[in-house]
C-alpha cells in the first residue's frame, strides 16, 4: 500500500489518509482482511504525528471499513468490497448525468437527498 499525503493541501492530512486507504480499496489494491500497517509504522513512514493516522483509522472504523483490534492490527472489514462494488457503479451514473446535462453539483444533491430517506 503506497499512501501519500500533501501537508500543503486544504484537506486534513487524517482525511487525506482515510482517503487514500479508499481509493487503495477501490482500485482493487486492498479488500477485505487485507492489513493495514500498524498506526505507528504508517506515522513513521509518512512523518506523521501518531494521533493523526489513529484518527484516520477511527474514521475508517466509524465507517465500518477497518476493524480495529488490539494485538491484531488494522484489518479491512468485508465492507470494503461493498465499497469497490459500489463504486464500481459510479462511472455510468456521471456518464448519464453529464449526457443528461445534470452538473456535480446537483447529481450530489441528488444523492445526499436519496440517502437520508
Do not use: C, W
Not at 50 to 61: D, F, S
Amino acid at each position: 500500500m503506497l499512501l501519500t499525503v500533501d501537508p500543503a493541501s486544504a484537506t486534513p492530512l487524517f482525511q487525506q489518509i482515510a482517503d487514500g486507504v479508499r481509493a487503495e480499496v477501490i482500485r482493487g489494491t486492498l479488500g477485505a482482511g487485507s492489513r493495514l500497517p500498524a498506526a505507528k509504522e504508517l506515522a513513521e513512514s509518512l512523518q506523521l504525528n501518531l494521533h493523526t493516522v489513529l484518527k484516520a483509522y477511527q474514521m475508517l472504523r466509524d465507517e465500518g471499513l477497518l476493524d480495529l483490534r488490539r494485538g491484531r492490527g488494522a484489518v479491512l472489514t468485508a465492507q470494503a468490497a461493498v465499497l469497490g462494488d459500489v463504486a464500481a457503479d459510479v462511472p455510468s451514473l456521471v456518464a448519464r448525468a453529464k449526457a443528461a446535462g445534470i452538473g456535480a453539483a446537483a447529481l450530489s444533491a441528488l444523492i445526499k437527498e436519496e440517502y437520508s430517506r
